[in-house]
């Protein structure tokens, strides 16, 4: 596609309820990374996939996150059993090389409100 | 741990203006240094790329200066415009094994037509 696609673009969840956030990236895009950003805060490293293999999930601030990559293309990332300090907005962004040299596209991310 | 800082967290000038965001980091071992525009409900747009080895990097209005050793980095928007408005964020890439960025919490401009 001609960017990176996030859906939902809002979610909203019941505390306790498990969601899956979509990542479509930039078709041949190599490397996916996955990101938390909280309101007035900058973006948070989470996961970082390379094809599919997940190289970093040092960023993932518990076992009740969750993220996958099994094709090398389309990833998602699981909360389970939300809870009202997950609201944030997620985004994705996804880069054409493994190296370091060019940038990242994002997502316009996923909203996600835990009530 | 890297932290990066941004300042001023916001500003509001009149149209026309030329103006200068700040952007500090603690580890100067960095690979690259990006600046990114975001636009209330939209994800993040690219606007400049300096790689440790440049100095400097430039788009139309637009100039981004990197002093690693010091751990600055300056953007600088010439005759600013009411389409300027947005929130522009700074983000570290570490010169280590880790991939992800670290960002700082933004500065919030507005532009006065």
């Known amino acids: 596609g001609a960017g990176v696609s996030q859906s939902p673009r809002y979610k909203v969840a019941k505390r306790g309820q498990d969601v899956a956030l979509r990542c479509d990236p930039i078709?041949?895009?190599?490397?996916l990374f996955w990101y938390q950003q909280a309101l007035g805060q900058g973006p948070e490293f989470l996961t970082y996939f390379q094809n599919e293999a997940q190289l970093d999930k040092s960023g993932l601030p518990s076992d009740r996150f969750f993220a996958e990559r099994p094709e090398g293309s389309v990833s998602t990332l699981k909360i389970q059993r939300t809870q009202q300090e997950d609201s944030a907005v997620y985004l994705c962004a996804s880069s054409l090389a493994p190296d370091r040299v060019v940038g990242y596209t994002f997502g316009s991310g996923t909203r996600l409100t835990v009530v | 741990k890297q932290e990066v800082t941004q300042i001023p967290a916001a500003l509001s000038v009149p149209e026309g203006e030329n103006l200068v965001l700040n952007c500090s980091f603690t580890?100067?071992?960095?690979?690259?240094l990006q600046w990114f525009r975001q636009d209330p409900g939209k994800g993040l747009t690219s606007l400049l790329l300096i790689q440790s080895s440049q100095r400097e990097q430039t788009s139309g209005r637009l100039n981004a200066s990197l002093d690693k050793s010091s751990g600055r980095s300056t953007l600088y928007i010439a005759a600013s415009q009411p389409g300027d408005s947005a929130t522009y964020l700074c983000a570290v890439r570490p010169g280590g094994g880790a991939d992800g960025l670290t960002f700082g919490k933004g500065t919030h401009l507005i532009i006065q037509p």
């Open positions: 078709s041949g895009h190599v490397s």
């Open positions: 580890d100067s071992a960095i690979y690259n």
